[in-house]
């Protein structure tokens, strides 16, 4: 078959089987479609689908095939991170700055230890640490994956709960958004090239003066003209950051924190997002599948990756319930934030795609980690929609 036609039928398959097994198999209460997808992801990658079929695998995923299905999924990914850097609301976490400060600060670092833990635990064995990181790097980046909320899926997930506009559900975004600022700016000292941060320092110094310059133009563009000089934005950080050895990714995100959520339609935005997540997202889902690796052993990624989900799951309920004795919340409360909070898939997918990327991390620790945020997102909704049953003056209550 020719490679148009291979790529046709790789397409069909991302879109048909996730479809199908979510719709019949009713799945939407324990794993929404995006988790559905990335588990598919996984099935249909090297490590299951490519094991057990190797000759059918070789012919459909060929490097022809891959190539063209990465294409894609770097632009859908960019993509959802600019929406993402551009949901950031900071202002309103300014404005309740205490609680936001105290309350990101504790849900983000207790889950960083127990993750930087683990991850030195693991440096001891062969496989897990890659051939481009120094060990700092490899730690200090499970760790942070451990302690990553997954901003775009969190407000999926609350619009689920029927939580997104109530009070309890902006003050999660507030804390949300300190902790995705962090993780990129972690992000981009892991990727800080030392011999060539004169590069890097010099694209951050022209980013400061070009985003003053494009928030002065987007404030005088029209409302359409302003989607179009978004997009261009977009293309020109991810192209800075990706040239001074930053990944583009850290550019996305700066393209998108520099753009103001008030400057679009709140509705055209929303659709966007969705849009994005239905049209190209499964395919970056796909190329995260083809990526993983069951080596050194299936039963050592599981291991692994359990691991890092009770690390998660416990710093952040942890951290979570120290903020909510220092600010003295009622009983019950911080178990509900912590369980939201610990909401991961796209983001950490994202996030440790360029820890892959930069060598950091191998295709091993990659699949542990893909595990360990699909685990615990499929978690989330269960947990939390009987503890909203029982907290319903807790959901509105502002602070």
Not at 167 to 173: K, N, S, V
Not at 264 to 271: T, Y
Not at 307 to 315: K, T
Request: proline share 4%.
């Amino acid at each position: 078959m020719s490679g148009p036609q291979l790529f046709l039928i790789a397409m069909l398959i991302i879109f048909t089987v996730p479809y199908l097994l979510w719709r019949v198999l009713r799945t939407d209460y324990y794993a929404p479609l995006v988790v559905v997808q990335i588990l598919l992801g996984v099935i249909l990658g090297p490590g299951v689908l490519g094991a057990a079929f190797p000759d059918y695998y070789a012919r459909i995923f060929t490097p022809t095939t891959i190539t063209a299905l990465s294409g894609v999924a770097a632009w859908a990914v960019m993509l959802f991170v600019l929406i993402a850097g551009i949901e950031l609301d900071v202002r309103e976490a300014w404005s309740n700055r205490r609680e936001s400060a105290i309350t990101a600060g504790l849900a983000l670092g207790a889950p960083l230890v127990a993750g930087t833990l683990v991850a030195l635990g693991a440096t001891a064995f062969p496989g897990w640490v890659g051939s481009g990181a120094h060990r700092w790097q490899f730690v200090l980046g499970v760790g942070m994956a451990c302690a990553v909320t997954a901003l775009p899926i969190l407000v999926l997930l609350m619009e689920k709960l029927g939580i997104l506009r109530q009070p309890i559900g902006q003050r999660i975004l507030r804390y949300a958004s300190l902790d995705d600022i962090a993780i990129w700016a972690v992000l981009a000292l892991i990727l800080a090239d030392f011999d060539r941060v004169g590069h890097q320092l010099g694209f951050l110094g022209a980013f400061v003066a070009a985003a003053a310059a494009y928030r002065w133009l987007m404030r005088r563009l029209g409302a359409a003209d302003r989607w179009y000089a978004a997009l261009i934005w977009l293309l020109c950080c991810a192209f800075g950051a990706d040239l001074a050895g930053l990944h583009f990714m850290v550019g996305a995100f700066l393209a998108g924190a520099s753009t103001d959520g008030e400057w679009f339609e709140r509705e055209r935005l929303d659709e966007l997002r969705h849009n994005v997540l239905l049209v190209l997202m499964p395919v970056f889902f796909l190329s995260t599948g083809l990526r993983t690796l069951w080596t050194p052993g299936g039963v050592g990624v599981a291991v692994f990756a359990a691991a890092l989900l009770v690390a998660s799951i416990a710093g952040k309920l942890l951290g979570v319930a120290l903020a909510g004795r220092v600010l003295r919340w009622q009983r019950g409360e911080a178990a509900l934030i912590g369980w939201l909070l610990q909401t991961k898939a796209l983001i950490m997918i994202i996030f440790a795609n360029v820890l892959l990327d930069k060598g950091i991390i191998t295709n091993a620790t990659f699949t542990a980690l893909l595990l360990m945020a699909v685990a615990s997102t499929m978690l989330t909704v269960p947990v939390v929609t009987p503890r909203l049953l029982r907290l319903r003056d807790v959901v509105l209550r502002r602070s």
